[in-house]
């Protein structure tokens, strides 16, 4: 029971929309009807500018970090565990119960699974998207490479094969969450980082 409640409550706290109710109390319009039209940080920051990017991935962050950070120095959850429970933030974040289920990509929510499960794995995967975004300038091409790389990373760092597995899925469904954006990176429509509307 006590499992099946903490499941619930990680959904809950993974569906809160973060960038949409920044956008909605800043500018009074509905995120999911400008810019890219997704529920996410990226969008946030394109009709906010980058303090409204920085706010909402923090924001994103925060609802998988600090309660599996709680639950695994206080409560002390296994790592397996606390996957588990991180995917369903993630799964929360990226069809909210809140706006039809339909939400973000999950990489802001994912960050701060890693950041609880592995942390060391998420530094070498924040290099690479530093690199990329600025070789290249685009959100969307960080956050995929990233995501290959953090896979690599707890391949190699990482013994449980628990742990190997479940990254891989996740890192599976945020790459399939930006098949638009792979798309548009393909034909050369991807916004880049600093592209701001409205």
Known sequence: MKNIILVIIMYILGSVPFS?????????VDIRTVG???????NAG???????????FLLDMSKSFVPLFI?????????????????????????TIFLNFKGGKGVATAVGVYLAVSPISL????????????LFRMVSLSSIIAAIVLLISVFYLESSTFLKIATLFVVVFVIYKHKDNIKRILNGTEKKIGEKIG
């Open 36 to 42: 890219s039209r997704n529920v996410g940080a990226t």
């Open 123 to 134: 530094g070498v995967a924040f290099v690479a998207f530093i690199l990329v975004a600025l």
């Open 46 to 56: 394109r009709v906010l500018g980058f303090w409204g990017f920085l706010v909402a």
């Open 20 to 28: 949409y109710i920044l956008v909605k109390l800043v500018k009074g």
């Open 71 to 95: 639950l695994k120095h206080f409560c002390l959850y296994p790592p397996e565990t606390l996957l588990i429970l991180g995917m369903v933030a993630i799964f929360g974040h990226t069809f």
